[in-house]
């Protein structure tokens, strides 16, 4: 998958239209995620996206095709994010995890357990570091494996298992302590 998306990269940049498509629509859910486990709203989501395509165009000669796209791509939208937070003061350690689907026949009580930990895992992120916190949702909210997170973040699959493995073992005790 990551070939197909540089592969699709450097047409783009050499000029293919229908490149720039697939890019664009390949990529763009991608980013939506993102943005939205950063906690940016859906207007926030929506700007953050079309200027992270604006930069990838304007800076296009910056991109080296020997190097995979989607960190590129990511990078540029992680600094669009400090920005935003920046801009309005926002703390950049929100973030929100995927809305759990209450069982219909679930007690109230369980529903106010499953917000409370919901809060408490939240808090937790926010002591992990940025590439930890991506490391863990593309985990175990995305589903990716070890060499999927690593061809995507442009990093060694060794070193995603040991800091995963790390950023659990921490989230772990955190929860514990909580």
Known sequence: MAEQIDSLA???FGGDKQAWKSLYDGLTPRLWGLFRHWGASEAEREDLIQE???????KHHQFDPSRPFEPYLF??????????CRRTGRQRTE????EDEPL????PMDWLFAAERSEEIRRSLGNLSDEEVTIVVLRFWQDLTNRE???RLG???PSVRSKGHRALKK?????AAS
Do not use: C, Q, Y
């Open 10 to 12: 450097v047409r783009a």
């Open 52 to 58: 992270t395509w604006v930069r990838v165009l304007r």
């Open 75 to 84: 990078v540029i939208a992680n600094r669009l994010w400090i920005d935003a």
């Open 95 to 98: 973030h929100h995890l995927p």
């Open 104 to 107: 219909d026949a679930a007690l």
């Open 149 to 151: 997170i690593a061809e």
């Open 155 to 157: 990093v060694s699959e």
């Open 171 to 175: 989230l772990s005790e955190m929860l």
